[in-house]
């Protein structure tokens, strides 16, 4: 798109700490379009699940989604400073690399930076793991959610109610509330935007249009801008009302969910033999803190915690249990 010389361009009025990494630097993205990227990849895959499960495109289509949903996770980890988001795209680089046949000490670079360096290679740079200069952030710019939800959990919902919406049009899903899915996603798309908009103009007029659009969406009048922003944050409260009863977990909490009661956790590898495997599958998982244990007289895996489909190896969820809840010296069981 070219400009005319006298315009500011709102995106490069405030250089982001991303721009210090050359992927992002070279290509500039904006939140917005890293937005689309992530959950069109996102619909994409849940798509081919559903209607061809084992169609030769699912990986591709599952390394499209680690790759953009990735870069998504990286670019807000370095805006808002927030540790889940850096702990998402790790882990969502380090499945890139095993996705693209890399094993751990294929190259001296962790996930992140191969996460980083085929983003760049993806649009024609080839120094995208590359630090600059790093430029400070703004104490404004670190900012925190405003539910008790993490952020890796606000992006899978965004996506997944995404691809759920459009879905459920088909006749194959008569199952599926689509009003609520649009609802939701609207709500969370808002939220991001929203914790990824201080001192970016574009993404600021984002969070005030996806305000209106929810107004819009449950029949009411307009308000103004402000109130259009204030009415989205009212109704992302909902997202933390839903489990009122459930007393969130702590912020801290050890089991790794950032308080929001649920973990991403990788479910399901391909078995290469000679006991390799492949993570190819994850979602999110209740959270059960520090102390989770598995049952040793678990009827599905009994008791090893997987179970071995043809092909490959799936992590059992069924007997998951806190530790008090087991029954003492018999938890621990040979591989």
Known sequence: MHQHPGMAHPMHAVLYPEHAITAYGSERPSIIRLLLEAQWAHYQLTYALEHDPDSDV???????????LGALCDVLAL???????????RDLGELLRQTDGLALDDQPHNGLDHLRTQYGLLHGHHRGAVHGAAPSAPDERR????IHRSGPWLLHQM???????????SPRFPHVDVAD????????RGLVLTWAAPADGATHAAV???????????????LDDPGARAYLLDASRELDDQDEDDDPHPQD??????????????????????????????EPVACLGDSATHAPDCATCGGHGYTYPPGYRELCLDGRVLEEDSTPSTTTQDD
């Open 208 to 222: 005030t249009i996806a305000g209106h659009a929810l107004r819009t969406f449950d029949g009411q009048p307009a």
């Open 143 to 146: 900012c925190r959610l405003p």
């Open 253 to 282: 909490c050890a089991g790794g969910c950032g308080g929001d009661g649920e973990i991403l956790a990788v479910l399901t590898w391909e078995h290469h033999g000679d006991s390799i495997y492949t993570a190819v599958h994850q």
């Open 181 to 188: 899915e649009k609802r939701r996603h609207l709500i969370t």
């Open 58 to 68: 699912a990986l591709a289509l599952r390394r499209q989604k680690f790759l953009h």
């Open 79 to 89: 805006r808002t400073q927030d540790a889940a988001f850096y702990e998402s795209a």
């Open 159 to 169: 996506c997944d109610t995404y691809a759920w919406a459009t879905l459920g049009h």
